[in-house]
């Protein structure tokens, strides 16, 4: 983890206030893992504001890049996009545990809303394709799903809306899918009703589930414990740890809901 320079490259608007930000950072690009995420500091913020952590959407440490995909949706976020092309940063990073890359079966990706982002970095980066599901209320929540699919990736939507795939929640496609891929291994990330709902899944089926909790991070080096989150360790005894780094990823065997 370092404290590291970078550059605004681009920003790409999507639809309903999400954006994808490209940044020149080539000590971040070299370093980064699939399910990590970085804490940027915004220059046009009081030096005393607090960073705002964002998963890692992709990187590419041959260009020297990573990029974020965000939503506005308060002061730290509206403040970033504002920022023009060419704003100098520092950002933390990269921190936490990420996802493994030895999926045991086919891997099937559960993303909520922008809960894709660091599940793209880890599409780019699995040994093997599979599928994607992906929910949301409605079809402005589905974001770059072409994407996974021009890599070669399947991908099933579900809106509870019912204004792009199938109607409902998106554990209705995984069900279906979980019933004839009896070996696949799971890897999710948006709310934790979500989550919670894909480990159960998970553990009755015998099938290993990543997950990456989305907690409110204010130091984001596990000094301040705001981000705890209870688990069980693999001797039974329940623990409080640290989502920024002892996760925020972890297996769905050891969360306490």
Do not use: N
Not at 1 to 29: K, S
Not at 179 to 200: I, S, T
């Amino acid at each position: 983890m370092t404290d590291a320079p970078a550059t605004i490259l681009a920003i790409r608007p999507l639809a309903q206030g999400y954006a994808v930000l490209t940044l020149g950072a080539p000590a971040l690009a070299a370093e980064a893992r699939p399910g990590q995420f970085v804490h940027v500091r915004i220059p046009s913020l009081e030096p005393s504001r607090l960073r705002r952590p964002f998963s890692i959407y992709s990187a590419d440490p041959a260009a020297g890049r990573i990029e974020i995909l965000y939503k506005v949706v308060g002061l730290g976020t509206r403040c970033l996009a504002a920022l023009p092309v060419g704003t100098a940063l520092t950002v933390l990073g990269p921190i936490g545990r990420p996802f493994p890359l030895e999926p045991e079966g086919e891997p099937f990706l559960v993303g909520g809303g922008y809960g894709v982002a660091p599940l793209w970095f880890l599409a780019s980066r699995l040994p093997r394709k599979g599928t994607l599901f992906v929910g949301g209320r409605t079809s402005a929540d589905i974001l770059e799903t072409d994407r996974f699919r021009e890599a070669g990736w399947a991908v099933r939507v579900a809106t509870q809306d019912g204004s792009l795939g199938e109607r409902g929640l998106v554990t209705a496609p995984l069900d279906a899918a979980l019933a004839a891929h009896p070996r696949a291994e799971l890897y999710a990330c948006g709310p934790d009703g979500m989550l919670r709902a894909v480990g159960e899944r998970a553990i009755a089926a015998g099938l290993r589930a990543w997950l990456s909790l989305d907690k409110r991070m204010v130091c984001g080096v596990g000094a301040c414990l705001a981000c705890v989150q209870k688990t069980r360790g693999a001797d039974g005894a329940e623990r409080l740890a640290r989502v920024c780094v002892d996760g925020p990823v972890f297996e769905a065997r050891e969360i306490v809901w």
